[in-house]
């Protein structure tokens, strides 16, 4: 089985740059989409890894290479308008490269903002995708949970329901079928797009601490968890 | 209208403290609960006020209040087995109160470690009971949602269902009769006792900020945006 990663850092309809995009800012001095990329060669040396990036985001990413003496080996490919492009240029760079092998390759889709994956993660979800064939994390609601009807509402079990991380991982021949049909706004996560020509979803235990860093306090998060590991 | 507020420090079941319960732990400089019960009475100087707490914290929360200077006026009840109990308790101690009108109050229950929540959500929540018999805060989920079945799963949509935090507002006639019933184990907060016996569920937007304080870096995110704010 081959490895493939593919890390998912935007789309071509972020705004420009007015504020910093949040999977460059620094965690523990480095970059963040730095320490995402890490933990996947740490999982596996001889992973192949693919960023998506916004276009008006290359020249600052490759700055930040150099700054930080970052050579960790990854190809690139551009965001497209819905994160659904996106994923498919990804997915359409992995298939062209040299070696590819659709048969025999999982991907893990994963999101540059979750630096906090640990290796154990990865490894988990590719092991639990190579038995059944797909793999998501998932971790328990912490607070009660409530249907909406309108301005009511009604009771739902939480324990019934789990919250989605990534990274999620796939057959790439499945993922590359899958990424044919046309984008529907119901595609919030790869999951969902495989769900809909027919895979059954796999759950995988996640971790509370592998969180997507959308906030400045999610921030202050990561730094604790890595400041508590040393 | 007169307005109550119930504010829940654990029951019974809870450990003997090897470990300080969350809600003496310090915030800025003071036990969280006291600025929970500090907010209720920024919502209202004449709010009537009782705690629920374990019998063996007593001594240790009267000393705080001697130690801190605090003399914000509440009754106190003690914590049952269960969370029902506890909130039963506290009912029973309102109900007996002097000057109690069922009929003409409404009653507000919150965790004693959501310190904050701020005077305008009372308020909002305190409104909405008045107008529909029953109000609760809630927040859009962040993650992506699923359905467990076993170790597999189905897609849910997250904006078909939102998190619940407290004050839970009510009519206290509604509240004591609600709480004659036995206790069930689905019983994951007071809306969903009230729903049992047939009453809607007013919702109310909640605030991201009104987190439960549960583990430590809760307190850290407390701080940080104690710090914000000032």
């Not at 890390?7 to 910093?20: D, F, L, N």
């Not at 490919?77 to 760079?93: I, P, T």
């Not at 793999?135 to 609601?141: C, D, E, G, I, Y």
Request: glycine letters at 6%; proline letters at 5%.
């Amino acid at each position: 089985m081959e490895a493939y990663a593919l890390i998912m850092a935007g789309g071509a309809g972020q705004r420009m740059a007015a504020e910093m995009p949040k999977q460059f800012l620094l965690l523990h001095g480095q970059p963040i989409l730095m320490h995402t990329i890490s933990a996947f060669y740490q999982y596996r040396s001889t992973i192949k890894l693919l960023l998506v990036i916004p276009r008006q985001q290359e020249d600052l990413w490759l700055k930040l290479c150099r700054q930080y003496a970052f050579d960790l080996p990854h190809l690139l490919a551009y965001g497209g308008n819905e994160r659904f492009d996106s994923v498919r240029n990804g997915l359409q760079k992995i298939a062209e490269s040299e070696g590819f092998d659709a048969g025999n390759s999982l991907i893990a889709i994963h999101d540059a903002v979750r630096p906090m994956v640990g290796t154990d993660l990865i490894g988990a979800c590719f092991e639990t995708a190579q038995r059944y064939g797909s793999s998501v994390p998932v971790t328990p609601l912490v607070d009660s949970l409530r249907r909406r009807e309108g301005e009511w509402s009604l009771a739902e079990d939480r324990k019934d329901f789990c919250a989605v991380q990534t990274p999620q991982v796939f057959w790439a021949k499945d993922l590359l079928e899958a990424y044919k049909q046309p984008y529907s706004p119901s595609f919030t996560d790869d999951a969902s797009v495989m769900e809909a020509v027919g895979h059954r979803i796999r759950l995988v235990e996640g971790h509370r601490r592998n969180i997507k860093i959308t906030v400045p306090e999610d921030l202050l998060l990561a730094e604790y968890w890595l400041k508590q590991s040393k």
